[in-house]
Protein backbone atom coordinates (compact mmCIF):
# COMPACT_ATOMS: atom_id res chain seq x y z
CA UNK A 1 0.00 0.00 0.00
CA UNK A 2 1.44 3.39 -0.91
CA UNK A 3 -0.12 6.44 0.95
CA UNK A 4 0.14 9.18 -0.99
CA UNK A 5 2.08 11.92 0.60
CA UNK A 6 -0.24 14.72 2.87
CA UNK A 7 2.68 17.24 1.04
CA UNK A 8 5.24 16.75 -1.83
CA UNK A 9 7.00 19.64 -2.56
CA UNK A 10 9.43 19.84 -6.11
CA UNK A 11 12.44 21.58 -6.72
CA UNK A 12 11.01 24.36 -4.52
CA UNK A 13 12.79 27.94 -5.07
CA UNK A 14 12.40 31.35 -3.42
CA UNK A 15 14.83 34.42 -4.71
CA UNK A 16 13.87 37.57 -2.26
CA UNK A 17 13.49 40.85 -3.96
CA UNK A 18 16.76 41.69 -2.93
CA UNK A 19 18.49 39.32 -4.79
CA UNK A 20 18.88 36.79 -2.31
CA UNK A 21 18.35 32.89 -3.29
CA UNK A 22 16.91 31.74 0.09
CA UNK A 23 16.04 27.78 -1.20
CA UNK A 24 17.75 26.82 -4.45
CA UNK A 25 15.42 23.98 -5.68
CA UNK A 26 14.25 21.73 -2.33
CA UNK A 27 12.74 18.45 -2.72
CA UNK A 28 10.91 15.77 -0.16
CA UNK A 29 7.59 14.56 1.15
CA UNK A 30 5.87 14.82 4.05
CA UNK A 31 4.09 11.89 5.17
CA UNK A 32 0.93 12.07 6.93
CA UNK A 33 0.75 11.78 10.66
CA UNK A 34 4.48 12.23 10.91
CA UNK A 35 6.73 15.00 13.52
CA UNK A 36 9.51 16.16 10.95
CA UNK A 37 11.84 18.23 11.85
CA UNK A 38 13.79 20.87 9.65
CA UNK A 39 17.34 21.78 10.69
CA UNK A 40 20.03 23.81 9.11
CA UNK A 41 22.31 26.52 10.36
CA UNK A 42 21.07 30.17 10.22
CA UNK A 43 20.49 31.42 7.05
CA UNK A 44 20.14 27.77 5.50
CA UNK A 45 16.16 29.01 4.81
CA UNK A 46 14.47 27.34 7.25
CA UNK A 47 11.78 29.58 8.05
CA UNK A 48 11.32 30.80 4.37
CA UNK A 49 10.68 27.12 3.76
CA UNK A 50 7.99 26.92 6.28
CA UNK A 51 6.62 30.90 5.08
CA UNK A 52 6.41 29.21 1.55
CA UNK A 53 4.39 26.12 2.88
CA UNK A 54 1.45 28.68 4.05
CA UNK A 55 2.08 31.14 1.54
CA UNK A 56 3.35 33.97 4.07
CA UNK A 57 6.08 34.06 1.87
CA UNK A 58 5.50 33.66 -2.36
CA UNK A 59 7.43 30.71 -3.68
CA UNK A 60 9.49 31.46 -7.13
CA UNK A 61 9.22 28.33 -8.79
CA UNK A 62 8.42 24.61 -7.94
CA UNK A 63 5.46 22.45 -6.77
CA UNK A 64 4.17 21.71 -3.22
CA UNK A 65 1.52 19.40 -3.71
CA UNK A 66 -0.77 19.13 -0.66
CA UNK A 67 -3.06 15.64 -0.36
CA UNK A 68 -5.12 15.03 2.33
CA UNK A 69 -6.90 11.75 0.99
CA UNK A 70 -9.87 13.87 -0.25
CA UNK A 71 -8.61 17.06 -1.87
CA UNK A 72 -5.42 17.24 -4.36
CA UNK A 73 -3.71 20.93 -4.68
CA UNK A 74 -0.51 22.67 -5.93
CA UNK A 75 -0.27 25.14 -3.24
CA UNK A 76 1.93 27.12 -5.06
CA UNK A 77 -1.01 27.57 -7.84
CA UNK A 78 -2.87 29.00 -5.24
CA UNK A 79 -3.83 32.54 -6.26
CA UNK A 80 -7.24 33.70 -5.15
CA UNK A 81 -8.13 35.05 -1.70
CA UNK A 82 -10.80 32.32 -0.73
CA UNK A 83 -7.91 29.91 -2.13
CA UNK A 84 -5.13 30.79 0.29
CA UNK A 85 -8.08 30.98 3.28
CA UNK A 86 -8.63 27.64 2.58
CA UNK A 87 -5.09 26.76 2.83
CA UNK A 88 -4.47 28.41 6.06
CA UNK A 89 -7.33 26.47 7.46
CA UNK A 90 -5.78 23.44 6.54
CA UNK A 91 -1.92 24.62 7.75
CA UNK A 92 -1.54 26.28 10.41
CA UNK A 93 1.48 27.95 12.03
CA UNK A 94 3.41 28.89 15.34
CA UNK A 95 6.00 31.50 15.97
CA UNK A 96 9.42 31.80 17.61
CA UNK A 97 7.90 35.20 19.30
CA UNK A 98 4.18 33.51 19.64
CA UNK A 99 2.82 36.55 17.76
CA UNK A 100 -0.31 36.95 19.65
CA UNK A 101 -2.12 40.11 19.77
CA UNK A 102 -0.84 41.24 23.20
CA UNK A 103 -3.77 43.74 24.45
CA UNK A 104 -6.68 41.11 23.70
CA UNK A 105 -7.43 38.20 25.98
CA UNK A 106 -5.99 34.71 25.62
CA UNK A 107 -9.55 33.81 24.48
CA UNK A 108 -10.01 36.15 22.23
CA UNK A 109 -6.28 35.55 20.68
CA UNK A 110 -7.56 31.47 20.07
CA UNK A 111 -10.34 33.16 18.47
CA UNK A 112 -8.72 33.65 16.02
CA UNK A 113 -7.88 30.20 14.91
CA UNK A 114 -12.14 30.73 13.58
CA UNK A 115 -11.44 34.59 11.76
CA UNK A 116 -11.22 32.25 8.03
CA UNK A 117 -14.74 31.03 9.01
CA UNK A 118 -16.25 33.87 10.31
CA UNK A 119 -17.99 36.87 8.19
CA UNK A 120 -15.75 39.84 8.57
CA UNK A 121 -19.04 41.84 9.83
CA UNK A 122 -19.48 39.56 12.79
CA UNK A 123 -15.67 39.25 13.30
CA UNK A 124 -15.51 42.99 13.18
CA UNK A 125 -17.97 43.20 16.09
CA UNK A 126 -16.40 39.93 17.59
CA UNK A 127 -19.05 38.13 17.72
CA UNK A 128 -17.79 34.50 17.40
CA UNK A 129 -20.96 31.88 17.92
CA UNK A 130 -20.99 29.46 20.97
CA UNK A 131 -19.67 26.35 19.90
CA UNK A 132 -16.52 28.53 18.41
CA UNK A 133 -15.96 29.65 22.18
CA UNK A 134 -16.54 26.51 23.22
CA UNK A 135 -13.79 24.86 20.99
CA UNK A 136 -11.48 27.45 22.02
CA UNK A 137 -12.17 26.10 25.53
CA UNK A 138 -11.45 23.32 24.68
CA UNK A 139 -8.07 23.84 22.95
CA UNK A 140 -6.77 26.08 25.83
CA UNK A 141 -7.57 22.71 28.35
CA UNK A 142 -5.58 20.25 25.98
CA UNK A 143 -2.67 23.28 26.40
CA UNK A 144 -3.08 22.99 30.12
CA UNK A 145 -4.03 26.74 30.13
CA UNK A 146 -7.82 27.37 30.27
CA UNK A 147 -8.03 29.01 33.34
CA UNK A 148 -6.11 32.10 31.86
CA UNK A 149 -8.84 32.63 29.35
CA UNK A 150 -9.56 35.77 30.27
CA UNK A 151 -6.27 37.64 31.21
CA UNK A 152 -4.29 39.91 28.73
CA UNK A 153 -2.11 37.76 26.25
CA UNK A 154 0.70 39.96 27.23
CA UNK A 155 0.80 39.34 31.05
CA UNK A 156 1.62 35.32 30.16
CA UNK A 157 5.35 33.89 30.26
CA UNK A 158 6.18 32.98 26.96
CA UNK A 159 6.22 29.20 27.10
CA UNK A 160 2.42 29.98 27.86
CA UNK A 161 1.83 32.14 25.56
CA UNK A 162 3.61 30.10 23.10
CA UNK A 163 0.90 27.30 24.51
CA UNK A 164 -1.80 29.67 23.68
CA UNK A 165 -0.77 30.48 20.20
CA UNK A 166 -0.22 26.37 19.48
CA UNK A 167 -4.55 26.55 20.97
CA UNK A 168 -4.98 28.96 18.19
CA UNK A 169 -3.76 26.95 15.60
CA UNK A 170 -5.40 24.26 16.60
CA UNK A 171 -9.22 26.30 16.70
CA UNK A 172 -8.44 26.45 12.91
CA UNK A 173 -8.88 22.76 12.80
CA UNK A 174 -5.56 22.69 10.82
CA UNK A 175 -4.15 19.22 9.25
CA UNK A 176 -0.42 20.66 9.16
CA UNK A 177 0.62 22.33 11.52
CA UNK A 178 4.09 24.44 10.76
CA UNK A 179 6.35 25.01 13.74
CA UNK A 180 9.20 28.02 13.05
CA UNK A 181 11.37 27.37 15.98
CA UNK A 182 8.72 27.13 18.79
CA UNK A 183 10.90 27.29 21.51
CA UNK A 184 13.98 29.02 20.97
CA UNK A 185 13.56 32.77 23.18
CA UNK A 186 12.21 29.50 25.96
CA UNK A 187 13.99 28.34 28.99
CA UNK A 188 15.42 24.79 28.23
CA UNK A 189 13.03 23.67 30.73
CA UNK A 190 9.64 25.25 29.55
CA UNK A 191 10.94 24.65 26.17
CA UNK A 192 10.12 20.62 27.15
CA UNK A 193 6.82 21.41 28.18
CA UNK A 194 6.24 23.20 25.30
CA UNK A 195 7.73 20.54 22.94
CA UNK A 196 5.83 17.86 24.15
CA UNK A 197 2.50 19.92 23.56
CA UNK A 198 3.25 19.58 20.44
CA UNK A 199 3.58 15.83 20.59
CA UNK A 200 1.05 15.13 22.00
CA UNK A 201 -0.92 17.49 19.30
CA UNK A 202 0.76 15.59 16.48
CA UNK A 203 0.01 12.10 18.37
CA UNK A 204 -3.31 12.26 20.02
CA UNK A 205 -4.95 14.67 17.08
CA UNK A 206 -2.78 13.28 14.63
CA UNK A 207 -1.73 16.43 13.08
CA UNK A 208 1.10 16.43 10.97
CA UNK A 209 4.17 18.66 12.34
CA UNK A 210 6.75 20.62 10.19
CA UNK A 211 8.77 22.29 12.46
CA UNK A 212 12.20 24.01 13.02
CA UNK A 213 14.52 23.42 15.41
CA UNK A 214 18.12 23.86 17.09
CA UNK A 215 18.78 21.93 19.09
CA UNK A 216 19.90 18.24 18.26
CA UNK A 217 18.95 16.86 21.86
CA UNK A 218 15.36 18.45 21.05
CA UNK A 219 15.18 16.67 17.23
CA UNK A 220 16.21 13.35 18.67
CA UNK A 221 13.53 13.08 21.55
CA UNK A 222 10.94 14.73 19.11
CA UNK A 223 11.13 14.32 15.91
CA UNK A 224 10.06 11.22 13.65
CA UNK A 225 12.02 12.41 10.73
CA UNK A 226 14.44 14.75 9.70
CA UNK A 227 15.43 16.87 6.33
CA UNK A 228 18.40 18.82 7.05
CA UNK A 229 18.70 22.41 5.14
CA UNK A 230 22.21 23.83 4.33
CA UNK A 231 22.16 27.18 1.85
CA UNK A 232 19.26 26.66 0.72
CA UNK A 233 19.48 23.11 -0.41
CA UNK A 234 18.25 19.69 0.89
CA UNK A 235 21.80 17.95 2.57
CA UNK A 236 20.26 15.18 4.76
CA UNK A 237 16.94 13.40 4.82
CA UNK A 238 16.40 10.76 7.10
CA UNK A 239 16.01 8.93 10.54
CA UNK A 240 17.03 11.17 13.13
CA UNK A 241 19.18 9.05 14.81
CA UNK A 242 21.34 8.31 12.19
CA UNK A 243 22.42 12.01 12.33
CA UNK A 244 26.28 11.12 13.04
CA UNK A 245 29.14 13.41 13.61
CA UNK A 246 29.88 13.01 9.59
CA UNK A 247 26.51 14.08 9.15
CA UNK A 248 26.51 16.86 11.50
CA UNK A 249 29.95 18.20 10.36
CA UNK A 250 28.32 17.85 6.15
CA UNK A 251 25.07 20.11 7.96
CA UNK A 252 26.67 22.16 10.08
CA UNK A 253 29.94 22.61 9.06
CA UNK A 254 33.18 21.31 10.62
CA UNK A 255 34.53 22.46 13.75
CA UNK A 256 31.30 22.57 14.88
CA UNK A 257 30.15 20.72 18.49
CA UNK A 258 26.98 19.75 19.81
CA UNK A 259 25.39 21.88 22.33
CA UNK A 260 23.20 19.51 24.42
CA UNK A 261 20.42 20.61 26.59
CA UNK A 262 18.39 18.51 28.99
CA UNK B 1 21.31 61.02 -10.01
CA UNK B 2 21.94 60.70 -6.06
CA UNK B 3 19.16 62.83 -4.16
CA UNK B 4 21.57 64.05 -1.95
CA UNK B 5 23.42 65.62 -4.99
CA UNK B 6 20.00 67.85 -6.01
CA UNK B 7 19.69 68.73 -2.38
CA UNK B 8 23.22 70.11 -1.98
CA UNK B 9 22.99 71.74 -5.60
CA UNK B 10 19.17 73.18 -4.58
CA UNK B 11 20.76 74.71 -1.12
CA UNK B 12 23.71 76.25 -2.48
CA UNK B 13 22.19 77.72 -6.05
CA UNK B 14 19.84 79.60 -4.08
CA UNK B 15 22.11 80.68 -1.08
CA UNK B 16 24.17 82.05 -4.44
CA UNK B 17 21.06 83.34 -5.70
CA UNK B 18 20.08 85.36 -3.30
CA UNK B 19 23.37 86.66 -2.15
CA UNK B 20 23.76 88.14 -5.74
CA UNK B 21 20.18 89.15 -6.12
CA UNK B 22 20.58 91.20 -2.48
CA UNK B 23 23.82 92.70 -4.16
CA UNK B 24 22.59 93.68 -7.02
CA UNK B 25 19.30 95.31 -5.44
CA UNK B 26 21.68 97.59 -3.10
CA UNK B 27 23.79 98.64 -6.23
CA UNK B 28 21.01 99.41 -8.61
CA UNK B 29 18.38 100.29 -6.39
CA UNK B 30 15.98 99.37 -8.60
CA UNK B 31 12.91 101.49 -9.45
CA UNK B 32 9.26 100.43 -8.47
CA UNK B 33 8.67 99.38 -12.58
CA UNK B 34 11.72 97.73 -12.22
CA UNK B 35 11.30 95.33 -8.92
CA UNK B 36 8.02 94.62 -10.32
CA UNK B 37 9.27 93.48 -14.10
CA UNK B 38 8.49 89.89 -12.63
CA UNK B 39 9.59 87.74 -15.58
CA UNK B 40 12.71 89.41 -16.03
CA UNK B 41 13.51 89.36 -12.43
CA UNK B 42 12.91 85.20 -12.11
CA UNK B 43 14.97 84.79 -14.85
CA UNK B 44 17.78 86.89 -13.69
CA UNK B 45 17.28 85.01 -10.27
CA UNK B 46 17.27 81.85 -12.40
CA UNK B 47 20.28 82.33 -14.10
CA UNK B 48 21.80 83.36 -10.16
CA UNK B 49 20.73 80.08 -9.40
CA UNK B 50 22.01 77.98 -12.46
CA UNK B 51 25.57 79.58 -11.74
CA UNK B 52 25.17 78.77 -8.11
CA UNK B 53 24.65 75.06 -8.71
CA UNK B 54 27.65 74.86 -10.80
CA UNK B 55 30.05 76.94 -8.66
CA UNK B 56 28.94 74.42 -6.05
CA UNK B 57 29.67 71.12 -8.65
CA UNK B 58 33.11 72.58 -9.24
CA UNK B 59 33.83 73.20 -5.50
CA UNK B 60 33.25 70.19 -4.26
CA UNK B 61 35.37 68.58 -7.14
CA UNK B 62 37.56 70.48 -5.59
CA UNK B 63 37.21 69.11 -2.37
CA UNK B 64 35.34 72.28 -0.88
CA UNK B 65 33.02 71.70 1.36
CA UNK B 66 30.02 73.73 0.80
CA UNK B 67 26.94 74.23 2.73
CA UNK B 68 24.59 72.07 1.25
CA UNK B 69 27.19 69.68 0.75
CA UNK B 70 28.22 69.90 4.42
CA UNK B 71 24.40 68.98 5.50
CA UNK B 72 23.48 66.58 3.23
CA UNK B 73 25.89 64.32 2.12
CA UNK B 74 25.99 61.00 3.45
CA UNK B 75 27.68 59.37 6.35
CA UNK B 76 30.04 57.45 4.51
CA UNK B 77 31.69 60.31 2.71
CA UNK B 78 31.56 62.32 6.49
CA UNK B 79 34.99 63.30 7.31
CA UNK B 80 36.29 63.19 10.93
CA UNK B 81 39.28 65.33 10.23
CA UNK B 82 39.13 68.00 12.95
CA UNK B 83 39.61 71.40 11.21
CA UNK B 84 38.63 74.85 13.40
CA UNK B 85 35.52 75.74 11.91
CA UNK B 86 36.64 78.97 11.10
CA UNK B 87 39.10 77.42 8.85
CA UNK B 88 36.32 75.50 6.64
CA UNK B 89 34.41 77.27 3.83
CA UNK B 90 30.88 75.54 4.96
CA UNK B 91 31.24 77.53 8.16
CA UNK B 92 31.76 80.67 6.22
CA UNK B 93 29.10 79.59 3.88
CA UNK B 94 26.25 79.20 6.06
CA UNK B 95 27.95 82.96 7.99
CA UNK B 96 27.54 84.66 4.81
CA UNK B 97 24.09 83.72 4.25
CA UNK B 98 23.06 84.56 7.65
CA UNK B 99 24.24 87.83 8.06
CA UNK B 100 22.82 88.30 4.47
CA UNK B 101 19.30 86.88 5.04
CA UNK B 102 19.39 89.19 8.83
CA UNK B 103 20.25 92.38 6.81
CA UNK B 104 17.58 92.11 4.30
CA UNK B 105 14.64 90.97 6.57
CA UNK B 106 15.71 94.10 8.74
CA UNK B 107 14.65 95.95 5.59
CA UNK B 108 11.97 94.58 4.61
CA UNK B 109 10.54 94.77 8.02
CA UNK B 110 11.16 97.82 7.87
CA UNK B 111 12.82 97.64 11.50
CA UNK B 112 13.08 100.51 13.28
CA UNK B 113 14.19 101.46 16.57
CA UNK B 114 12.40 105.06 16.25
CA UNK B 115 9.15 104.11 15.87
CA UNK B 116 9.46 101.59 18.82
CA UNK B 117 10.38 104.89 20.95
CA UNK B 118 8.03 107.32 19.25
CA UNK B 119 6.37 109.09 22.09
CA UNK B 120 2.61 108.88 20.40
CA UNK B 121 2.83 105.77 19.62
CA UNK B 122 4.18 104.26 22.81
CA UNK B 123 1.41 106.63 25.10
CA UNK B 124 -0.94 104.88 22.80
CA UNK B 125 0.20 101.12 23.74
CA UNK B 126 0.21 102.36 27.13
CA UNK B 127 -3.22 103.43 26.99
CA UNK B 128 -4.50 100.16 25.64
CA UNK B 129 -2.29 97.92 28.57
CA UNK B 130 -3.80 100.26 31.32
CA UNK B 131 -7.31 98.90 29.38
CA UNK B 132 -6.24 95.30 29.31
CA UNK B 133 -4.90 94.98 32.69
CA UNK B 134 -8.24 96.24 34.12
CA UNK B 135 -10.55 93.98 32.62
CA UNK B 136 -14.20 94.89 32.23
CA UNK B 137 -15.86 91.98 33.90
CA UNK B 138 -18.89 93.11 33.18
CA UNK B 139 -18.88 91.03 29.98
CA UNK B 140 -17.61 88.17 31.70
CA UNK B 141 -20.99 85.97 31.32
CA UNK B 142 -20.95 87.12 27.65
CA UNK B 143 -17.35 86.33 27.19
CA UNK B 144 -17.80 82.51 28.56
CA UNK B 145 -20.65 81.91 26.70
CA UNK B 146 -18.87 82.46 23.55
CA UNK B 147 -15.85 80.49 24.90
CA UNK B 148 -18.29 77.38 25.52
CA UNK B 149 -19.09 78.02 21.55
CA UNK B 150 -15.33 77.76 20.30
CA UNK B 151 -14.92 74.76 22.79
CA UNK B 152 -17.77 72.64 21.39
CA UNK B 153 -16.44 73.93 18.03
CA UNK B 154 -13.30 72.70 18.42
CA UNK B 155 -14.43 69.51 19.67
CA UNK B 156 -16.90 68.84 16.93
CA UNK B 157 -14.62 69.61 14.47
CA UNK B 158 -12.39 67.21 16.28
CA UNK B 159 -15.06 64.24 16.80
CA UNK B 160 -16.14 64.57 13.27
CA UNK B 161 -12.77 64.18 11.68
CA UNK B 162 -11.87 61.03 13.55
CA UNK B 163 -13.63 58.30 11.54
CA UNK B 164 -12.68 60.15 7.79
CA UNK B 165 -9.20 60.27 9.46
CA UNK B 166 -9.58 56.94 11.01
CA UNK B 167 -10.58 54.91 7.72
CA UNK B 168 -8.27 57.28 5.43
CA UNK B 169 -5.27 56.46 7.70
CA UNK B 170 -5.05 53.02 6.71
CA UNK B 171 -5.39 53.48 2.51
CA UNK B 172 -2.02 56.09 3.56
CA UNK B 173 -0.11 54.05 5.31
CA UNK B 174 2.83 52.25 3.34
CA UNK B 175 2.90 48.73 5.06
CA UNK B 176 -0.66 48.77 3.91
CA UNK B 177 -1.01 50.02 0.44
CA UNK B 178 1.25 47.16 -1.01
CA UNK B 179 1.73 46.53 -4.73
CA UNK B 180 1.61 48.79 -7.87
CA UNK B 181 -2.13 50.33 -7.38
CA UNK B 182 -1.27 50.63 -3.97
CA UNK B 183 1.72 52.66 -3.84
CA UNK B 184 -0.24 55.38 -6.63
CA UNK B 185 -3.26 55.30 -3.64
CA UNK B 186 -0.58 56.18 -0.89
CA UNK B 187 1.36 58.89 -2.82
CA UNK B 188 -2.07 60.10 -4.50
CA UNK B 189 -3.30 60.30 -0.42
CA UNK B 190 -0.57 61.74 1.36
CA UNK B 191 -0.02 64.66 -1.24
CA UNK B 192 -3.62 65.49 -0.67
CA UNK B 193 -2.75 65.64 2.97
CA UNK B 194 -0.10 67.46 2.60
CA UNK B 195 -1.80 69.76 0.37
CA UNK B 196 -4.83 70.33 2.73
CA UNK B 197 -2.23 70.63 5.92
CA UNK B 198 -0.24 73.50 4.23
CA UNK B 199 -3.48 75.24 3.43
CA UNK B 200 -3.73 76.98 6.44
CA UNK B 201 -7.09 77.03 8.94
CA UNK B 202 -7.96 80.50 8.36
CA UNK B 203 -7.74 80.04 5.00
CA UNK B 204 -10.20 77.58 4.95
CA UNK B 205 -12.43 79.28 7.10
CA UNK B 206 -12.69 82.09 4.68
CA UNK B 207 -13.58 79.59 2.03
CA UNK B 208 -16.42 78.53 4.10
CA UNK B 209 -17.59 81.68 5.39
CA UNK B 210 -18.23 82.47 1.94
CA UNK B 211 -20.15 79.14 1.21
CA UNK B 212 -21.72 78.57 4.43
CA UNK B 213 -22.03 82.07 5.89
CA UNK B 214 -19.64 83.81 8.91
CA UNK B 215 -20.50 81.96 12.10
CA UNK B 216 -19.15 78.89 14.09
CA UNK B 217 -20.21 76.52 11.36
CA UNK B 218 -17.80 77.98 8.88
CA UNK B 219 -15.12 77.87 11.28
CA UNK B 220 -16.09 74.18 12.30
CA UNK B 221 -16.13 73.02 8.75
CA UNK B 222 -12.32 74.74 8.43
CA UNK B 223 -10.98 73.09 11.53
CA UNK B 224 -12.83 69.79 10.73
CA UNK B 225 -10.77 70.13 6.90
CA UNK B 226 -7.78 70.58 8.56
CA UNK B 227 -8.12 67.94 11.06
CA UNK B 228 -8.69 65.43 9.08
CA UNK B 229 -5.41 65.78 7.15
CA UNK B 230 -3.30 65.98 9.95
CA UNK B 231 -5.02 63.53 12.39
CA UNK B 232 -4.73 60.81 9.14
CA UNK B 233 -1.07 61.76 8.62
CA UNK B 234 -0.25 61.12 12.18
CA UNK B 235 -2.64 57.95 12.58
CA UNK B 236 -1.11 56.33 8.93
CA UNK B 237 2.76 57.03 10.65
CA UNK B 238 1.70 54.98 13.24
CA UNK B 239 0.11 52.59 11.04
CA UNK B 240 3.30 52.48 9.07
CA UNK B 241 5.03 51.74 13.11
CA UNK B 242 3.34 48.15 14.29
CA UNK B 243 4.84 45.11 14.33
CA UNK B 244 4.69 43.04 11.76
CA UNK B 245 4.44 39.70 14.42
CA UNK B 246 0.07 40.02 15.32
CA UNK B 247 0.15 40.96 11.46
CA UNK B 248 1.43 37.74 10.69
CA UNK B 249 -0.21 35.78 13.30
CA UNK B 250 -3.61 36.69 12.54
CA UNK B 251 -3.00 36.00 9.06
CA UNK B 252 -1.57 32.40 9.78
CA UNK B 253 -5.21 31.90 10.53
CA UNK B 254 -6.50 33.15 6.94
CA UNK B 255 -7.61 36.32 8.30
CA UNK B 256 -8.42 38.38 5.12
CA UNK B 257 -7.20 41.88 5.20
CA UNK B 258 -9.75 43.92 7.08
CA UNK B 259 -10.04 41.24 9.67
CA UNK B 260 -6.03 41.69 10.11
CA UNK B 261 -6.45 45.30 10.36
CA UNK B 262 -8.95 45.15 12.70
CA UNK B 263 -7.30 42.58 14.94
CA UNK B 264 -3.37 42.88 14.45
CA UNK B 265 -3.14 46.47 13.61
CA UNK B 266 -5.74 48.36 15.11
CA UNK B 267 -5.06 46.92 18.65
CA UNK B 268 -1.88 48.41 18.51
CA UNK B 269 -2.30 52.33 17.29
CA UNK B 270 -5.42 52.52 19.47
CA UNK B 271 -3.94 54.52 22.18
CA UNK B 272 -1.75 56.80 20.40
CA UNK B 273 -4.96 57.40 17.76
CA UNK B 274 -6.35 58.08 21.34
CA UNK B 275 -3.22 60.23 22.39
CA UNK B 276 -3.08 62.03 19.27
CA UNK B 277 -7.07 63.09 18.73
CA UNK B 278 -6.63 64.58 22.52
CA UNK B 279 -3.86 66.66 21.86
CA UNK B 280 -5.43 67.87 18.25
CA UNK B 281 -8.76 68.80 20.08
CA UNK B 282 -6.69 71.12 22.28
CA UNK B 283 -4.97 72.71 19.04
CA UNK B 284 -8.09 73.18 17.41
CA UNK B 285 -9.48 75.48 20.91
CA UNK B 286 -6.49 77.38 20.16
CA UNK B 287 -7.10 77.88 16.34
CA UNK B 288 -11.02 78.04 16.84
CA UNK B 289 -9.91 81.16 18.59
CA UNK B 290 -7.79 82.90 15.79
CA UNK B 291 -10.89 81.69 12.92
CA UNK B 292 -13.24 83.50 15.00
CA UNK B 293 -11.02 86.28 13.87
CA UNK B 294 -12.15 85.97 10.82
CA UNK B 295 -15.29 85.65 11.19
CA UNK B 296 -15.40 81.78 12.07
CA UNK B 297 -17.28 82.39 15.11
CA UNK B 298 -17.15 81.65 19.11
CA UNK B 299 -14.68 84.24 21.70
CA UNK B 300 -12.27 85.44 18.60
CA UNK B 301 -15.16 86.87 16.63
CA UNK B 302 -16.44 88.62 20.26
CA UNK B 303 -12.42 89.91 20.18
CA UNK B 304 -12.68 91.26 17.10
CA UNK B 305 -15.80 92.65 17.83
CA UNK B 306 -14.48 94.45 20.56
CA UNK B 307 -10.80 95.71 19.11
CA UNK B 308 -12.46 97.22 15.96
CA UNK B 309 -14.28 99.78 19.01
CA UNK B 310 -11.02 100.17 20.81
CA UNK B 311 -12.86 98.88 24.01
CA UNK B 312 -9.67 97.50 25.66
CA UNK B 313 -11.00 96.63 29.16
CA UNK B 314 -13.69 94.46 27.05
CA UNK B 315 -10.25 92.81 25.56
CA UNK B 316 -8.65 92.71 28.51
CA UNK B 317 -11.19 90.30 30.07
CA UNK B 318 -11.59 88.44 27.03
CA UNK B 319 -7.38 87.87 26.53
CA UNK B 320 -8.05 86.27 30.45
CA UNK B 321 -10.58 84.09 29.91
CA UNK B 322 -8.66 82.55 26.37
CA UNK B 323 -5.65 82.31 28.66
CA UNK B 324 -7.50 80.11 31.37
CA UNK B 325 -9.05 77.77 28.74
CA UNK B 326 -5.96 77.56 26.62
CA UNK B 327 -3.85 76.80 29.61
CA UNK B 328 -6.58 74.13 31.32
CA UNK B 329 -6.85 72.56 27.56
CA UNK B 330 -3.35 72.42 27.79
CA UNK B 331 -2.65 70.39 30.62
CA UNK B 332 -5.49 68.32 30.52
CA UNK B 333 -4.74 66.79 27.64
CA UNK B 334 -0.84 66.67 28.82
CA UNK B 335 -2.15 64.75 31.59
CA UNK B 336 -4.30 62.45 29.15
CA UNK B 337 -2.03 61.75 26.70
CA UNK B 338 0.62 61.27 29.90
CA UNK B 339 -2.07 58.54 31.10
CA UNK B 340 -2.52 56.91 27.79
CA UNK B 341 1.45 56.23 27.81
N1 LIG C 1 12.36 39.20 3.88
C1 LIG C 1 13.58 38.88 3.40
N2 LIG C 1 14.12 39.64 2.43
C2 LIG C 1 15.33 39.34 1.94
N3 LIG C 1 16.09 38.32 2.33
C3 LIG C 1 15.61 37.53 3.31
C4 LIG C 1 14.34 37.77 3.89
N4 LIG C 1 14.10 36.84 4.83
C5 LIG C 1 15.20 36.04 4.84
N5 LIG C 1 16.10 36.44 3.92
C6 LIG C 1 17.38 35.81 3.60
O1 LIG C 1 17.13 34.48 3.18
C7 LIG C 1 18.08 33.58 3.73
C8 LIG C 1 17.37 32.49 4.51
O2 LIG C 1 16.75 33.07 5.63
P1 LIG C 1 15.81 32.27 6.64
O3 LIG C 1 15.21 33.26 7.58
O4 LIG C 1 14.88 31.44 5.87
O5 LIG C 1 16.85 31.36 7.38
P2 LIG C 1 16.65 30.45 8.66
O6 LIG C 1 17.20 29.14 8.31
O7 LIG C 1 15.26 30.50 9.14
O8 LIG C 1 17.60 31.14 9.70
P3 LIG C 1 17.42 31.29 11.29
O9 LIG C 1 17.85 29.99 11.88
O10 LIG C 1 18.35 32.40 11.64
O11 LIG C 1 16.00 31.63 11.54
C9 LIG C 1 19.02 34.42 4.58
O12 LIG C 1 20.17 34.68 3.83
C10 LIG C 1 18.26 35.69 4.83
O13 LIG C 1 19.14 36.78 4.92
MG1 LIG D 1 14.32 31.32 10.88
Known amino acids: MSVKPILSIKNLQKTYPNGVQALKGVSFDVKKGEFLVVIGLSGSGKSTMLRCINRLNEPTAGEMVFNDGKVEKDLVKLEKATDIKWLRQNVGMIF ?74 LTQNPQILLADEPVASLDPATCHVVMDYLRKVNQELGITIICNLHFLSLVRQYATRVVALKGGELVYEGDPKSID ?8 GAGAKEVHIN | MKSYVVRRSI ?36 AAFIVGTFVSHVLTKMKVTTL ?84 FMAFLATALAIP ?9 AKNIMTGTTGFWIYLAMRTLFNVMRSIEA ?17 GMLALMIHSIASLAKQYSEMVETVSEGPIEGVQSCGANKLQTIWYAIVPQVVLPYVSFTVYRWDINVRMATIIGLVGGGGIGTLL ?13 TIIVVIAIVVWAMDQASAYIREALK
Open chain 2, 11 to 46: LDGFTFAFLIASLAVWIINPTDEQALNMKLNVALFF
Open chain 2, 304 to 316: VQYQGQAMWPEVG
Open chain 1, 245 to 252: DAWFEKIY
Open chain 1, 96 to 169: QHFNLIPRHSVLSNVLMGKLSKTSTLKSLFGIFSDEDIAEAMKYLKLVGIAEKAHIRADQLSGGQQQRVAIARA
Open chain 2, 202 to 218: LVWAIIFSVWVGIGPFA
Open chain 2, 68 to 151: GEALFQPPYKKSVVSVSWYKTFSAWHLIVLLVGLIIVSIIKTKFSIYELLNEDGFNGAMRLFKGIFSPNFAILPKAILNIIETI
Open chain 2, 164 to 172: FAFVLSFVS
